[in-house]
């Protein structure tokens, strides 16, 4: 299954600048969220991180479909 | 309403969204770009939207508003892109019979936006370097 995956905020730092397209056999966005912070050795927070999926917002457990793109929100710093 | 703009915000003409004869009062908060952060010198802002989901957050809160509040009209607009010093970041305003349900309108729709809405904040140092800020609410 090949998603992409973007980043906003200070997520952008922490993980990539720019959407990445990645492959994974991961069922949910929770499982993807968990292999990228593995992989950049980070520690998940689902607490605190929101996540997207086709530009609307979903929960941790939504299933992954080929070709979704999946986007990750830190929280708001606006105003 | 809530809307994002690339273009630097002008109060009269935001100003001219909530005016109406109903209104006995008008409050307006403007949330400008300052030279200082956590003791370091800033010298622009860079802001980050999610478009479609900040319209869609910033459009419910605007809604809560004017349910949660005697108000008549409220707007509320936030720049994105790269900002200057004592550039505008955000306008709020909001109309009402009296007085006092426009100030507490306004507060909430500023403190609702800035907990709520998918937009974020990267400062720029006079040092050369940056980083994204953390919520302040």
Same mark, same amino acid.
């Given at each position: 299954m090949k998603i992409t995956i973007e980043f906003y905020g200070k997520l952008k730092a922490e993980f990539s600048e720019h959407p990445i397209e990645w492959q994974s056999d991961a069922v949910t966005v929770n499982d993807i969220y968990h292999q990228l912070c593995k992989q950049h050795q980070k520690q998940p927070n689902t607490q605190v991180i929101k996540p997207i999926i086709n530009d609307s917002f979903c929960d941790w457990q939504q299933v992954v479909n080929d070709g979704d793109v999946i986007g990750f929100f830190p929280p708001a710093s606006g105003g | 309403?809530?809307?994002?703009?690339? $273009?630097?915000?002008?109060? $009269?003409?935001? +100003?001219? +969204?909530?005016?109406?004869?109903?209104?006995?009062?008008?409050?307006?908060? $403007?949330?400008?770009?300052?030279?200082?952060?956590? +003791? %370091?010198?800033?010298?622009?802002?860079?802001? $980050?939207?999610?478009?479609?989901?900040? #319209?869609?957050?910033?459009?419910? &809160?605007?809604?809560?508003?004017?349910?949660?509040?005697? &108000?008549?009209?409220?707007?509320?607009?936030?720049?994105?892109?790269?900002?200057? &010093?004592?550039?505008?970041? &955000?306008? #709020?305003?909001?109309?009402?019979?009296?007085? %006092?349900?426009?100030?507490?309108?306004?507060?909430?729709?500023?403190?609702?936006?800035?907990?709520?809405?998918p937009i974020w904040k990267n400062e720029f140092y006079q040092n050369g370097e940056s980083g994204w800020v953390e919520a302040n609410l």
């Open positions: - | 309403m809530f809307t994002l703009s690339l $273009e630097p915000l002008e109060a $009269e003409a935001l +100003k001219a +969204k909530v005016i109406n004869p109903q209104s006995g009062g008008f409050v307006a908060f $403007e949330g400008w770009v300052r030279n200082h952060n956590q +003791k %370091k010198e800033v010298t622009e802002l860079h802001y $980050e939207a999610h478009e479609k989901l900040a #319209v869609q957050v910033g459009n419910a &809160i605007m809604q809560d508003a004017m349910n949660k509040f005697d &108000i008549n009209l409220a707007y509320c607009c936030h720049r994105v892109g790269r900002l200057a &010093i004592g550039d505008m970041a &955000i306008w #709020v305003g909001v109309s009402s019979d009296h007085r %006092k349900a426009a100030f507490a309108a306004c507060e909430y729709i500023l403190n609702q936006t800035k907990a709520k809405v």
